[in-house]
């Protein structure tokens, strides 16, 4: 496997989740949109294009799933971030060495009632091609998603 | 009531709340104080406007879930209006667009 594209490390812990946010929103946008200008000085997240919500809405679960459960919101151990991008694909590795997590453990929520908690899971599971996890130490969170081809235009007959 | 990601203002016929930005798990707590607040007061009708809220996590949807089960429970109203690209996504994966009638 190359090297990674990008590499982060930072605490554990909530604080640092915007950053982290942040610098998975922009990978996504080198998918979505490579040829688009980016202005990554704007304030407001473009979250617009489809991917890059599912991927952002996936990982910043991930991200407090790791500073929640696994630090326990204590902060005290760190999480290491790599991403490799593709022209169609982004691949997000998160590793910490919190406590080791059951994944196989967390129910799917029944989605005809209105739920207060317990959706993180789902929805990285719903938005992602692929969650993987790998208790540790570290632990290892492996989170995959294709860029779908746009839908072919309709002709107009002939 | 209001912070950086959301302000409350109250008429004669409903409450408006708008929120803005991120409502995630470090800001859905602030969000969560002010609908204990909200409903300490049995609002008849709640109109929440996400129009400027761009991204929203679980602990986000879970105020909001608060917030519609609570003032319902009261015998209130509630209408949540105005979610679009990320947010929206999220509500109809988790099937609560049709609760919410986004």
Known sequence: MSPPAVRLSMPGSLRYRAVAVRVVAEACRLVSRPDAEGDASSPAYDLTHPFDAAVVSAFAEIFNNIAIHAYGRRGDGGIDIAIWVTDDSIEVELRDHGSPFDLSSVPVPALDELHEGGMGIHIARSLLDEVEYEPGPPNLWRLRKRLEAAPARASAGG | ?102
């Open chain 2, 1 to 102: 009531m209001s912070s950086e990601n959301f302000k409350v203002t109250t008429t004669a016929d409903e409450t408006r709340i708008q929120v803005r930005g991120m409502l995630d798990v470090n800001t859905a707590p602030t969000l969560a104080e002010a609908v204990d607040e909200l409903m300490a007061k049995r609002p008849a009708r709640v109109l929440v406007d996400l129009t400027a809220l761009d991204i929203i996590d679980s602990s986000g949807v879970a105020v909001l879930v608060k917030l519609y089960k609570g003032i319902r429970a009261q015998g209130g109203q509630v209408q949540i209006t105005g979610a679009r690209d990320q947010p929206l996504a999220i509500f109809k994966l988790l099937r609560m667009d049709k609760v919410f009638a986004l």
